[in-house]
């Protein structure tokens, strides 16, 4: 997108950033027509949410929202099963994993997936993810398209690690890679840090964003002319992840649903995850920070704690169900993170608190846009390894332990 200065200019006081051009006329050409093609393909209405940031995001009426427990779900686990299996070999089921976030907490500066979680020898986690889905393709004897969202910061290094590993047995033919949009990020002053003379800070626009991203890179084209009609949604970090599970699949086709979500028993009332409910009637999360003390402490029918089943970041969509998606604005969270930004005398810092904002789309917000959600209880030590710390809570080292659990040599 072509952008002259004064048009740059313009679109920057509007929104009270012109010091993004402070260095502009120090700059050689190719660095003059970086920074106006940034200005000009940025949307700077993600800063209006800063003014709403304390409100936060708000919720309709929040009542309980059942799931399919493991009783249930063993009792017909062989009919969900060949259901899953056939909508899989007929070429209906697509995968996606979400690896464009920066795994900040991790604090390494390669993509998450390419973290060695071995111990006595190399075992990565995109390995990990990749065996899983192999097994799967094993048994339905059925190469399942992968799509694998990235972002600016961290395609590159991920297509190299991937094809330098020959994607780890997975045929690269069923290997679709798309990048997902950035946002840009300030500091708390709401001023656009700055990464270099010629570029402004931007951070990957949040996992919400991958459908979207599927439709303006074009990869969507793929789903459409393989006939894909559910996509299985998962993250990178759940080294024990389940992707295309066909008992799942099988029980959401069955159900008639929109969406299966899966979901663990929560290990605490206050646990940190997301629950799944009723939000004004239709399926929804709520954040953890957002479950009132009424919330926390309410009990079912059956005298158990009504909101006690929490998301892993593993959702299957009804594709045709997300085109209305594509019309619509999903909630914008200000989410407080480390923003790597140049310094007054040009020194690129990168912080080792939070330094500001970045502005995320989140893939729970999309639960809400559907008409019906199947919640699918799968057992914890099983399914659910996550990593997003390198110590302590849902880290390398609990991860390990859980692999080992489930048999997983390391
Ligand atoms: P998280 O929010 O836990 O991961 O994303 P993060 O942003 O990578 O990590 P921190 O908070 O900086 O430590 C959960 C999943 O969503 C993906 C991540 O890659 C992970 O699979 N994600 C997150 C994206 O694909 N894009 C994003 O913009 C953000």
Redesign the pocket.
Known sequence: MEITYTQAREKLNKCGQEHVLRYYDELDDAGKTELLEQVAGTDFSVLDSLKQKDKGVQKGKITPLGAMELAEIEKSREHFCEIGMQAIREGKVGAV??????????GSDDP?GVYNIGITKEIYIFERLIINLLEVVRCTDTWIPLFV?T?DKNHDATVRFLTAHDFFGYKAEYVHFFQ?EMAPAAGYDGKIYMESKSRMST?????G??YVSMKNTGVLDIVKKHGIEWLNV????NVLQRIADPVFIGAVIEKQCTVGAKVVRKNAPDEKVGVMCLEDGRPSIVEYYELTEELMNAKNEKGEPAYNFGVI?NYLFKESALHEMLKKKLPLHVVE?KIPYMDEAGNLVKPEEPNGYKF?NL?LDMIHEMDSCLPFEVVRNREFAPI?NKTGVDSVESARALLRENGVDL
Do not use: H, I
Not at 97 to 106: C, F, P, Q
Not at 203 to 207: Q, T
Not at 234 to 237: E, K, L, M, Q, W
């Open positions: 994993l979400l690896a464009g976030g920066m795994g900040t907490r991790l998450k969202m972002s997902q951070s990957p626009n949040g996992n964003g991958w998962f993250a990178v970090d970041l993170k995320e893939v997003k």
